[in-house]
Structures are given as C-alpha cells and as structure tokens.
C-alpha cells in the first residue's frame, strides 16, 4: 500500500503579528537590555487581542516573590464576553526561565533602572512581550538623539539625491 510523500512546509519567516507598541519607550528611556517573554492571559483577553486592542502607554513590569508581572497594561474587555469577562487594567504573570528573572532581578536593582514592555504580539498562536530594562533619558540626551536622527535623514536624501 502505497501512501502519500508528506510535504515539509517552507522555512521561511515565522509569523509575528504586532498587537500593540510603546512608541514613546525608545525616545525617552536608554534601553540596557531586552528579552522576549510569555504572557499569562484569560481567554477573553486573547479574543481582545485577536481583535487589535491594547495599549501599553502606562504599562510597566514589576517583580515579586521572584516572578515577573505585567502591571497597568490596558487590555478592553472582549464585547461578545458575558459576565466571565477580564478586568481591564489586572496585573498579568509573565513567562520567563528562572535564570532570566535572577538576572533581570540583579539590573533591576540598581538606581535608576526599571523594566518596561515595548511591543505587544503574535509569535504563531502564542501572545508575547518584548520587555526591556531601561534607564531614563535626560532631555538633553533626547535632544541629542533627536539631531542625529536628523542629520543622518538629511544624509541620506543627499546620496539619494546624488544618485539620480
């Protein structure tokens, strides 16, 4: 009996779905270092998410009991919910390896230092979070950040200009 060959599919790039980003994050925080963690959700929240609702705005990760959690994230209650529906604004437990944790734990210590999200999304079926430990800009370091910027978009319209 002879069966059908099964095809591989293609290795190509893997799905990832943006949900929602903190925009403001990179403009006025230094990040120091990222990594990409799960999201504990309740199934609501994740038909809300399908949806393209979150904001990140206000949100911020804090440690306890040696586990991270995702505080003051606005996740809009799912409008075809019942009465089982989730609180908006509840803390929600990140997934992370333990040596991971320990080490953010450490960076997290010092002054100055805080663990924000950056982006909100879609990795396959799995919600994820990229977070961050970030340091506070100065204004003088925006500014400064924002002259670069500038100068290197006036760089390139200039090649791009000499090109033609």
């Avoid at 120091?32 to 929240?45: A, D, P």
């Avoid at 992370?96 to 990795?123: D, M, N, S, V």
């Avoid at 430990?133 to 319209?157: C, E, H, W």
């Amino acid at each position: 009996m002879a069966g059908k060959k099964k095809t591989k599919k293609p290795k190509g790039p893997q799905e990832h779905r943006s949900i929602a980003k903190n925009r403001k994050a990179r403009h006025d925080f230094q990040i120091i270092e990222e990594m990409e963690v799960g999201i504990s959700l309740l199934g609501t929240e994740v038909k809300s998410l399908r949806g393209g609702e979150c904001s990140l705005q206000e949100a911020f990760i804090r440690l306890r009991d040696g586990e991270l959690h995702l505080m003051r994230a606005h996740i809009p209650e799912y409008t075809f919910g019942n009465s089982q529906n989730h609180e908006v604004l509840r803390p929600r437990k990140l997934l992370a390896h333990r040596k991971e944790i320990t080490k953010w734990e450490k960076g997290f210590k010092e002054q100055g230092t805080t663990i924000i999200p950056l982006e909100i999304y879609f990795f396959k079926s799995r919600v994820k979070l990229h977070i961050a430990l970030v340091r506070g800009k100065k204004s003088y370091d925006k500014r400064a950040d924002l002259k670069t910027a500038q100068d290197k978009r006036a760089i390139d319209r200039a090649f791009a200009r000499r090109d033609r």
